[in-house]
């Protein structure tokens, strides 16, 4: 029976695994569905695997999370939706982007959650759902995939701020529980900002309050403060720890997929933030977690930026 | 040095502390502001010595959260800012509803937190703001009074179902993270429903989703969800013990906020179900903790009632 190496899961009888030197033009042109499921760098890898051996399924799902900027560009990034290669995807929607609350060790125990599919064309999302559905695996659907892909990728950056403050009050036994659950409500309002900036540098339904205020947004945030690499960064943050001495020591060689979000984000955020199409008022809690990432500094939160924008006075 | 009897904080000097024998009509006469902040079932005192003072406070504010029903009413219930004595409140605006994550003995060692005043007229909260806030402090003002209140009361009863994911999915050490956002989620919806529903019912503005995407709806929540009696009735129902059985042991003699809110809601919700003001569809998470609670049944969340209402196909 095959454990999983990393999850350590026995998996189905039913599955099969094969290598990466194993995949060839045959099998990745019959499937009726791809997944791609590699960590963000290897997204590039991926679309070219399909690529070389002409594989253009009928749907491809994604749920690798991030964003792309071209070098120097001063546009807001592009979520996968956008950036894949078009040899791959077909405009009328056969991709499905992949968000909500979904540690991958938990499902393979069958622990239930909810999440969500969007496609430009729900029916493509909805024929995916009637395939993947289980009694544990719960699936909503909708059309807004640029707004699920943008949450997708930016939960992971804004966590980094919102796991600072699991370490950064300390109290009694424990830690403060009122900063958590204000900088997790102050990052649930500037993912919607955010979202909205990058939809609208893409064609198509831009991002609405439902999905920064639902599966790909805010429940998927919430279980990525509860643990995983980008909490545990934020965690070492709060601690008064930099980045830079971090990945040299106790996140030597780990993928900090927020990080790299954060890195697409600033020249584009920068940008927008002096043409005001962004309010930087607005995004405290992003500029501040940008400031400690990009410029290797301790990272500080100013409570007295809340409440943000032209509500604060006093 | 005084230290508060319960929160173990040694208060301010400036801070005087009086009884409640020792309240007088010239005290509370004299009062700027007043702020009520008894537990739900004191409400109905608290007023009664106002009245019985003659004190009519230019700003009476509100920390105590809780829904009024009158028997059998089929009605939805009322927030304290339409239940409150008019005596007492003037119907231009001078009540302040108080919502938000704030643990009162994280409030007392100064820890930052983030919470929403609330007026009929926003330019009292604002006043009261100005009084208020320090550094650690922070304060969002509108003039969503019921969408603030409903807030505030539905999240206790909402956490009850939430947290019941804390224990009901034991994994190695610790217990499943996916099942506790995806109700997370839930509630966070379910809030955004129920508190349009009770603000229909009332004068003014309706509740738009600013409320229960904000403050005192998802970030109380979180913070709720964190900690106290709601949370701890929550986990107690997930390991499948029973409410009747907890009064009797446990949670003997304790106030449990979410019970109270939820007997409440009970015969209005049924009633809106029945007349098609509210979908059952729609409020999967609201039932089963009515069901458990109302009923004193074994608290059951059935995933496959996940996504609510249409959506749900397969």
Not at 3 to 30: C, F, G, M, W, Y
Not at 134 to 142: A, K, L, M, N
Request: proline share 5%.
């Amino acid at each position: 029976r095959k454990e999983h190496p990393t999850l350590k899961v026995r998996l189905p009888d039913s599955i099969r695994a094969l290598s990466h030197s194993e995949l060839n033009s045959a099998t990745l042109q019959s499937a009726d569905v791809i997944v791609i499921g590699v960590s963000s760098p290897g997204v590039r890898w991926a679309s070219d695997v399909l690529e070389n051996h002409s594989a253009r399924p009928a749907t491809l799902a994604l749920v690798t999370k991030g964003l792309v900027a071209l070098e120097n560009s001063i546009n807001p990034p592009l979520t996968y939706a956008d950036a894949l290669d078009r040899s791959l995807t077909d405009p009328s929607g056969n991709l499905v982007g992949i968000g909500g609350p979904c540690i991958a060790r938990e499902l393979a125990l069958r622990q239930p959650t909810h999440v969500v599919f969007a496609s430009r064309d729900i029916r493509v999302a909805r024929q995916l759902r009637s395939v993947m559905q289980t009694s544990y695996y719960r699936i909503s659907t909708e059309n807004e995939i640029v707004g699920v892909e943008a949450c997708a990728a930016l939960k992971n950056f804004l966590c980094i701020g919102v796991s600072a403050m699991i370490t950064r009050y300390p109290m009694d036994q424990s830690n403060a529980k009122n900063p958590l659950a204000a900088l997790f409500n102050q990052a649930v309002q500037e993912l919607l900002i955010l979202s909205r900036w990058i939809s609208s540098a893409s064609e198509g339904v831009s991002a609405s309050t439902d999905t920064a205020f639902m599966l790909a947004g805010m429940a998927d945030l919430h279980v990525t403060v509860g643990g995983g690499r980008n909490s545990r960064l934020g965690s070492y943050l709060g601690q008064g720890r930099q980045l830079k001495d971090l990945l040299n020591n106790e996140l030597n060689g780990v993928t900090v997929e927020g990080v790299d979000t954060g890195r697409m984000l600033y020249a584009g955020f920068k940008h927008a933030c002096q043409t005001k199409l962004l309010d930087p008022q607005s995004l405290p809690l992003s500029l501040a977690i940008l400031n400690s990432i990009m410029h290797d500094t301790p990272f500080n939160f100013d409570f007295t930026h809340l409440p943000p924008g032209s509500d604060h006075e006093t």
